[in-house]
């Protein structure tokens, strides 16, 4: 099992550019949700998904951030434009049932 | 965040026992997990506990008196490597993580 993958590991990007973020979850695990975290902050929920199906988005801060999960092996999360406020490690986490969330090891991203 | 209250900082010895503390408000409660998180490191799984009692795993523990919204994470014979960030997560549909509790471990 090659857990969850996230990529890019690392993200540096200007103020106003469009930033997309990917995650592959755990085959089988059909809940999905992004966090961010902030050493102010901690981690934060944005968004999760039940079977593909967003169920709760109200962590999302504001419009510029948006979220797909256009199938059982696929999510994204995209900022657009991109502030220097959100600058932070964005990870994504999947389960299934009652087992623990599995994290993949997160995208630093840095708007500059 | 959202209710779920644990210490900021803990500092303890290698080999001492250190037990960590979370609170948190009990509406919609589904189970509770612990985690640890290395810097620069994605949280791990440690411990789950869905109904009242302890549970122990090797060094560490983790009690839960639903009643109380009230759990801890024990750990014992304290090693360097146990410097950490421990989370407290609620699972209310949604996993709901506290601010953490950051574990010094001293010589």
């Known amino acids: 099992d090659a857990g969850v993958i996230q990529s890019p590991r690392h993200e540096v990007t200007e103020m106003g550019q469009e930033v997309t973020l990917r995650c592959k979850p755990i085959s089988g695990h059909n809940s999905l949700f992004w966090y961010r975290q902030t050493m102010m902050r901690g981690l934060e929920l944005l968004i999760y998904f039940n079977n593909n199906v967003p169920i709760d988005d109200s962590g999302m801060p504001e419009d510029r951030f948006s979220a797909k999960m256009p199938n059982a092996s696929f999510s994204t999360l995209k900022i657009q434009p991109s502030e220097p406020r959100d600058s932070a490690v964005y990870f994504c986490?999947?389960?299934?049932?009652?087992?623990?969330?599995?994290f993949g090891n997160g995208t630093r991203l840095t708007v500059t | 965040g959202q209710n779920i209250d644990q210490p900021t900082e803990m500092t303890a010895t290698e080999g001492a026992i250190v037990q960590i503390n979370c609170t948190y408000q009990t509406s919609g409660f589904n189970g509770l997990f612990w985690y640890q998180q290395h810097a620069g490191e994605a949280p791990t799984f440690l411990s789950y506990?869905?109904?009242?009692g302890l549970e122990e795993k090797g060094r560490f523990s983790s009690f839960l008196s639903r009643s109380k919204g009230y759990s801890y994470l024990l750990l014992k014979e304290l090693q360097m490597k146990d410097s950490a960030s421990y989370l407290c997560a609620v699972d209310r549909g949604k996993f709901q993580f506290g601010a953490g509790t950051q574990v010094v471990v001293t010589p």
């Open positions: 506990n869905v109904l009242d």
């Open positions: 986490a999947t389960q299934t049932g009652n087992s623990p969330l599995h």
